[in-house]
Each structure stands twice: as C-alpha cells, then as structure tokens.
Nanobody, 121 residues
Framework: QVQLVESGGGLVQAGGSLRLSCAAS????????MGWFRQAPGKEREFVAR????????YYADSVKGRFTISRDNAKNTVYLQMNSLKTEDTAVYYC??????????????WGQGTQVTVSS
C-alpha cells in the first residue's frame, strides 16, 4: 500500500508558474513509477506526465510538453510537477498516482486526494 498527498496548488495568473509536490509513504518509493493526471470541470480525468522509478524516463501529454516538467527526489519520497507558462485551460484538479510497479500504468490503482490549480486570465 501507499499513501499519496499532493500539495502546491493554488490560484495563478495566465503565464505564471506553480510547482506541485506529491509525498509518498508506505512502499519503497524508489522502486515504482509515478504519474500526474488532471481533471477539469465537466471533463474526464486525463494523463499529464509520468516518470520512471529512477527519474531517468519521462513522458508528457502533448498539451503540456515544453511547459511542464516532472521530476522526483527518491531521498524525500516526493515527485514534483513544475508548471510554467500556465494557461487557463490548465485549470483542473491535479492528482498524483502510481500502480506500485517499475513500469508506469495508465490506469494506476493508487491516487492522492488531488490539489486544485486555477489559472485566471
């Protein structure tokens, strides 16, 4: 089992930046891949970014590529999402998630509670 707790969301103007954090507890953090997802009002949850267990492999949704950066600090059991050049369409609840496997799963079993990101025009 694992517990995931996101933080760092808030209100920011378009063009601004935020850094989300996701702290994990329980299983050995450095052994599994992590991902970020988001859900905007009235829309389905969508994949944003993922990172391999060692941090050496990352992948992004086209909508955030070049603006968002996912990273992890295995010594702190934390994964981050640096979000730059934010757009109003980035407004959503952001979730970190994992399937507790070294290979990322697009349908992870374990989710955090989410953190709200609101981008104003």
């Amino acid at each position: 089992q694992v517990q995931l707790v996101e933080s760092g969301g808030g209100l920011v103007q378009a063009g601004g930046s935020l850094r989300l954090s996701c702290a994990a507890s329980g299983r050995t953090f450095s052994s599994y891949a992590m991902g970020w997802f988001r859900q905007a009002p009235g829309k389905e949850r969508e994949f944003v970014a993922r990172i391999g267990w060692s941090g050496g492999s990352t992948y992004y949704a086209d909508s955030v590529k070049g603006r968002f950066t996912i990273s992890r600090d295995n010594a702190k059991n934390t994964v981050y999402l640096q979000m730059n050049s934010l757009k109003t369409e980035d407004t959503a609840v952001y979730y970190c998630a994992t399937d507790l496997t070294p290979v990322f799963s697009i349908r992870p079993r374990y989710w955090g509670q989410g953190t709200q990101v609101t981008v104003s025009s």
